[in-house]
């Protein structure tokens, strides 16, 4: 039986202990974090930046080029030259333009959650997609989730493999997405 003040000590070595674990970081490890953190976060900004331009060359590039891979409702593509065709030959190269003509869309993308482990980082983050209404106006076509693993190349990160989660959708008829999959 542990006595009153035995109970203190522990707890206090415990406490002191968990200090000293959490001060072994340098500040330059945990800046690194930080910064790595922002590096991933505007990755992730890219990606909706890049499908809503139709740049494909750029978009193909956020991957690793170790076999980086996109899993989604249009199918899964590993390596870069498959990430750029599936994109090519599934969302075409013009995202028409607001005014409502054609399948104009913007990623409103947020709320992520990034890991960092060295040279390799996982995230989670949903993501909104919206269209033109034929009427004009926003369209909320999809609501859903990242799921992401990252990984160091030459300075820059990327995408090791990024899984697409459609959560909620509304029924549209979009060229080369198979609604019964997660877009």
Request: charged share 20%; net charge negative.
């Amino acid at each position: 039986m542990i006595r009153h003040g035995s109970r203190l000590l522990l707890l206090m070595f415990t406490l002191a202990l968990n200090c000293h674990v959490l001060a072994a970081d340098s500040i330059e490890q945990r800046l690194q974090v930080l910064e790595d953190k922002e590096a991933i976060r505007t990755l992730i900004f890219n990606y909706g930046r890049f499908v809503d331009d139709r740049d494909w060359d750029n978009f193909a590039n956020l991957f690793a080029s170790n076999g980086g891979t996109w899993n989604g409702g249009m199918g899964i593509a590993k390596g870069r030259e498959a990430i750029h065709k599936m994109m090519t030959d599934t969302m075409g190269g013009d995202n028409a333009n607001a005014a409502g003509n054609g399948l104009s869309n913007v990623h409103l993308l947020g709320n992520e959650i990034i890991n960092v482990t060295g040279d390799t980082a996982a995230a989670i983050s949903k993501w909104v997609f919206v269209m033109t209404a034929e009427a004009g106006g926003p369209d909320f076509v999809f609501v859903g989730r990242y799921e992401d693993t990252f990984v160091r190349e030459n300075g820059d990160w990327k995408f090791q493999q990024r899984i697409v989660h459609g959560d909620i959708s509304k029924q549209v008829n979009l060229p080369g997405l198979n609604q019964d999959e997660n877009p």
